[in-house]
């Protein structure tokens, strides 16, 4: 599967001076409009966790690299700096 821009694949075949009514009645622009649509996939990020010493660890922004100045157990569910949802870290 390939995500497209059906938007911009639509600017592309129409041909240039075709009025919009006459672009809108075309075999082409209709396949393009009757096209399954689907959710682009969800990038997923998670907090990297930085041994700090003594058991202690701090935790990164997998995306922005935000260091969170907090603990590995006192996680945020989103980055306080870019806002992305993050999920369990891993050690780095
Ligand atoms: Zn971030």
Redesign the pocket.
């Known amino acids: 599967m390939r995500v497209i821009d059906a938007d911009a694949l639509l600017e592309s075949m129409r041909p240039k001076g075709l009025e919009d009514e006459a672009w809108t009645e075309c075999t082409t622009y209709k396949m393009i409009q009757a096209a399954p649509t689907i959710e682009p996939p969800k990038e997923i ?1 998670r907090w990297l966790s930085v041994p700090l010493g003594g058991g202690q660890s701090q935790l990164i ?6 260091e969170t100045k907090r603990y590995a157990n006192m996680r945020y569910n989103y ?6 949802k ?1 999920i369990n870290g891993k050690d780095v």
């Open positions: 990020w922004c997998q995306k922005c690299y935000y980055c306080p700096n870019c806002g992305v993050l």
